[in-house]
């Protein structure tokens, strides 16, 4: 402690003085060679991870008579076109499924942040018996191979009379059991003292739960939006076997339209890819201040 | 809605939790455990997709140990774990402390290195089938640079290590995250005083930052593992639904799917698969943990 | 409307009886009788026909709807992706719809669980309007009767291309008619061209077994037998020329789009295809176009290959007489035939192949394609047998690979891949 009181107010003012300070969040001044390393391997991280990404979009603004095998690659297009995106909203209603693909992704986040929530707090700030027993459901949920338990469930479904509907392609991940832990750890890192406080001004379990413990875990209800909405927006044999009706289907499934029919045009799987995958970051790009907070209130820590 | 109820609740009657906690539980037990239950249940019949079942005692699970595509199987999901968890577990934590410092556009890269997190991964393979195709991205690269071509999605092996490479690129951002919030939490003094002490940054990464975030390492551990042994969609997706070239890199999880999907699907058998796999998974992670217990210790 | 209380009977009540008894059991439905009056609502599933063809099937329903006044057709297409499974499931289910698109191996397991309606017995004045051919592919060896409708045909020619015939020293008029020649070529290809271009890009299936002439199941149906001579030959012919590179070293992994991706960008010398392809040549790799060459599928039977679709009832349906009536409508002359001009395939009711449209040449390599491909399809097969599941292609594919990569002996792997097949068949009841 005493060791940084001292280093702090050594910092040349003069050095501040002649240029841009560029600082890291506690004040302290990055140095100029450590600032180039440091953007030198950002961008270096970030062609990988953004590059394929930017190849599929590229690809996907080429035109008829562009070749896109060429090496060396060209990440720019000669004609940009919009013309393949064109071509996909021909082939297919690609808006009718969007908004159906909306629409479940929608209800999945409400349900998720609503359930998770509730059954998180439950399980962090309750005293009940079973709760450990309830832990381990969920925990076990977690853990059971989805791609065995597919018929099984559209077999309950079928009971429920809800093959073919949008419910009953949102049901079977409505709340997820990693979304209920990952809000039972946000909760459990909470101050009891806030609570309790409340709980001696007389709040019950209801009040607490809505007007304290509730805010506090926005960061993490940020996580599991993001999460709930990636996961209903991705899927794409759950929907296929629950849905019937073309009219329902949601986009990836609509998508998939154009793998039989253009086997061998890159160009339009590519727009496909694209729209497909263009709201998520759209969304994410919207949320990621909430979102990175939530990581920070550490919803995913064991 | 049951307000009164909550209300009567206050010295916490054993009513309310289960209020809070009842639809989470009947959603997971319906469509999740319920089935699971069905599968156990099929794991010891003979049942096919389109024909009920016979109880057939332990036949599956003899059957399985018999079974060539099986060990080929448990040989490929474990490899994967091998491959991919030792790199989940270093690769995002240097990352983290790469994006940990405020610099300018810190953020715009925290949320680029997260894409890859949030693309579907139907979409994340047909792009690196795309990348890695014989004519694609990478192949142009290589051969740019004098480099001849290489038949990433041709051989046994180089496939299975594209699939690891595609599931560690798509795992960086999310454990990332991770790191990060466990990087907020750890005191900067202890930095200071190693600095202090004349500890260069290998040595202070390895002495201060390391221990300090030793439970999240275990943690990431324990996640990337299950996952990385349940793998199914990154190798399905790039090298086919047979399991790559004589379906030498068939995953167990993919051995599910083939053998109890379709009209002829032998849901009795898949169902003993999945139960070895979920035994396995279960295993896997009390290994990790335990693991920690006795570091701890 | 679901009540909470059945949610929860669902959970408890049937937690053990349930798997065992969710699928066929018998939910009532239908007769086989359907020579009752054609009324009621129905549901029609095609497979991946939407994105192309709405308006046709839309002139179709209508057609029918206004034909059988009294009826009404739900029709949907389901996409190419997961059809199998989504089959499966509604079999499963008891949510099949009543008149399904279907292909000769998804009607076996169905005909086999009692789903599909026996058409000898409900529509047997219809059988003399198909090719006997097409009729006949969709019975079921061990069982009686014919279990869907025929409908459209697919078979085409063998692309090449003729610059790097040239390039290679063969001559680009003069393609492969035999095995024999096929093989001698594609060596001489790998040789000239150093291992670079490959003639073949696909490992052998079960259908090129069959058209090399091998007896691929006993005659009851009951076991396979395509590790004989003939089928060891044929292996051992495309492990030569994998190991020259003349069979492309990515067929191990390639799937009908990767090869065709291959034949287009010229990596691949010949690829089978369909008059469908030539636009899409023409379109995407017009330097291709110019050079390309097009022959005859090689048969050492004197048959060549035909995809068959069908089209089948569901023998569960609560309006036979509308459901047979409506499979038949679709796949009668008069509509097959205005399928056929309006994408490359094939009708398969007889004469119809007589029709000027697939006989009278207009010089352009379509209608070529399109008439050598008519002509073939009278005596063409579907070599696949019906009784092939997918499991059993992955055995039978990957036993191949084994042989190719030298890590088995063709006939093992053939005898291994039989003796996989044969315990699937018997598994399958």
Redesign the interface.
Known sequence: ?S??EK?RPALPPAAAAREPR?????GRR?RGWE?VL??T??IA??A??????V??LS?SLKG?TEDI?????RFLPAHPTLHNYARVAD??PVWDYALNSLKVAGANVVTNC???A??G???AR??????AA?TL??V??M???V??????????M???????TLIGVV??G??G?MN?LLLRNAFRSLPHEMEEAAFVDGA???QR?LRIALPSVKGTLAVVA?FAF?GA??D??WP??VL???SKFTL???L??????F????RL??AG?II??AP??AL??CL??YF?RG???????? | MA?SV??R??R?L?L???L??A???L??????????V??LVNAFTDRR?LVPGRFVRLANFREVLHDDTFWTGLRNSALYVVGVVPALVVLPLL?AL??Q????GI?F????????V??????VG???V??LDE?G?V???L??IGIGRVGFLGDQWLLLLSAMAVTV?KG??YYM??Y???L??VP??LH??AA?DGAGPVRRFLTVTVPAVR??M??VAALSS?AAF?V?SEVYLMAGPAGGPAGEDTTL?ML??RT?TGLTGR?GY??A??IV??VV??AL?LLVLRVDRREDT | ??TPR??LA?VVVAAVL??LN?CGSSDGGGSTDASGKVEGDI?F?TW?L???FKSYFEGLVAGFEKKYPGTHVKW???????YA??I???A????L?DVVNVSPDLVAPLAKAGLALDLDKAAAPYKPEYLDGAWSSHRIPGMTGTYAFPWYLNTGPLFYNKRLFKEAGLDPNKPPKTYADLFADALQMAKQSNGRVATLANVPTVEDFGRYGVELMNEQGTAFAFNDTKGIELLTRYKELYDAKALDPEALTAT??SS??KF??EAVAMNPGSALDLG?FK??APGLYRNIGITDQITSTGHVNMYVMGVMVNSRTKHTPAAVAFAHYVTDAQNQMSFAKKVAIFPSTAGSLDDPYFTKGDGTDETRVRIAAATSLKSAVNYTPVLFSEQMKTALRNEVAKALQGKERPKAALDNAVRACDQLLKQQG
């Not at chain 1, 791609?147 to 309950?156: L, N, Y």
């Not at chain 2, 410092?101 to 300018?104: A, S």
């Open positions: 402690m060791v940084l280093v560029i600082t890291d969040e506690h990055v600032l440091r953007y391997l950002l991280v970030l990988l991870t953004v590059g394929p990404f190849w599929q690809t008829p095998f060429g090496s060396p690659p082939t297919i609503v359930g998770s509730l059954a707090y439950a399980l309750l005293r009940y018996r079973g709760r309830a459901a969920f076990l949920a853990l059971v191979p791609e065995g338990i597919i018929i099984a469930q559209f077999t309950t079928r009971e429920l009379g809800l093959n073919n049901l079977p409505s709340i059991a209920v019950n379990v209801w739960f993001v990636m927006w991705d794409f044999l296929l076997i019937s009706d073309p990836t499934i609509g998939n339209y154009l793998h039989g029919t086997a061998n045009d890159e799987v590519a890819t497909a995958v998520l970051i994410f790009a990621q201040r990175f990581v920070g209130e550490g919803a995913v820590k064991g | 307000t909550v209300s609740a206050r916490q054993p309310s939790p289960w809070f906690a639809p989470g539980l959603v997971t037990g319906a469509f999740i455990l319920y089935p699971f069905s599968t997709t990352l790469l994006v410092k405020n610099i300018p953020a890269f925290r949320s680029a290195f997260y894409t890859p949030v693309a579907s991964i139907v979409v047909l792009i690196w795309w990348v004519r991205l192949n142009s690269l051969a740019a690129w960086l951002g995250i991770i990060l919030a466990a907020a939490n900067r003094e200071e005083a202090v439970s999240t275990v943690l299950v349940k199914f999880v599910v799917q109890g849901v898949a169902s698969l999945s796999v979920f998974t279960v992670m | 409307m679901p059945r949610a669902a349930l798997p969710a549901t599933q991946n939407r994105a192309n949907i297409d389901q996409p190419a992706e997961g499974d989504k499966s499931a509604d499963a289910g008891g949510t719809p009908p789009e065709g991706r287009l960008t899409n379109k995407q």
